[in-house]
């Protein structure tokens, strides 16, 4: 078997290729793959697989990038995330918020929207219920008809 250096993508794609193969490493789905016909076998045979291609690739490059690799794939971190939606500005989308400064805020804008002062027109067209629309909690509201905001009175 002919072994080469790995360019800079191939790296990141085998790193990915291990992050890939540490998640399937989790038998946090195991319960929930019982009820699905051949969920745990097929997931086992995903898991082998995946392992023995990795195996199987570090095998083609010379043993001091494949320690250098395996090194540097201890310490890593991964996050998921919502990727950036097409066509929409950096300032916008982007930036990660906590759940609970998320939660803070929230409450924080309904108790502005209690004590709303704005005609209905206006509420059509307030920038706090475009926000806590956007926002991925789920929030307390309440039917006022359509076209009108479901925050208004809470």
């Given at each position: 078997?002919?072994?080469?250096?790995?360019?800079?993508?191939?790296?990141?794609?085998?790193?990915?290729?291990?992050?890939?193969?540490?998640?399937?490493?989790?038998?946090?789905?195991?319960?929930?793959?019982?009820?699905?016909?051949?969920?745990?076998?097929?997931?086992?045979?995903?898991?082998?697989?995946?392992?023995?291609?990795?195996?199987?690739?570090?095998?083609?490059?010379?043993?001091?990038?494949?320690?250098?690799?395996?090194?540097?794939?201890?310490?890593?971190?991964?996050?998921?995330?919502?990727?950036?939606?097409?066509?929409?500005?950096?300032d916008d989308y982007g930036?990660?918020?906590?759940?609970?400064?998320?939660?803070?805020?929230?409450?924080?804008?309904?108790?502005?929207?209690?004590?709303?002062?704005?005609?209905?027109?206006?509420?059509?067209?307030?920038?706090?219920?475009?926000?806590?629309?956007?926002?991925?909690?789920?929030?307390?509201?309440?039917?006022?008809?359509?076209?009108?905001?479901?925050?208004?009175?809470?």
């Amino acid at each position: 078997m002919e072994q080469k250096r790995m360019n800079a993508s191939e790296q990141i794609a085998i790193k990915q290729l291990a992050i890939a193969l540490t998640i399937l490493q989790d038998h946090d789905l195991d319960k929930r793959l019982e009820g699905i016909k051949y969920g745990k076998r097929d997931m086992g045979n995903l898991r082998s697989t995946i392992q023995r291609v990795f195996e199987g690739l570090m095998a083609t490059v010379p043993l001091e990038q494949a320690l250098q690799l395996r090194k540097t794939m201890q310490t890593l971190r991964f996050s998921i995330g919502v990727p950036k939606p097409i066509n929409r500005r950096d300032d916008d989308y982007g930036m990660w918020v906590s759940m609970h400064a998320t939660n803070t805020l929230a409450n924080a804008a309904l108790e502005q929207c209690m004590l709303c002062e704005c005609n209905e027109n206006q509420r059509r067209r307030c920038e706090i219920r475009k926000a806590l629309d956007e926002l991925p909690i789920p929030l307390p509201t309440q039917e006022n008809g359509p076209g009108r905001c479901p925050y208004y009175g809470m």
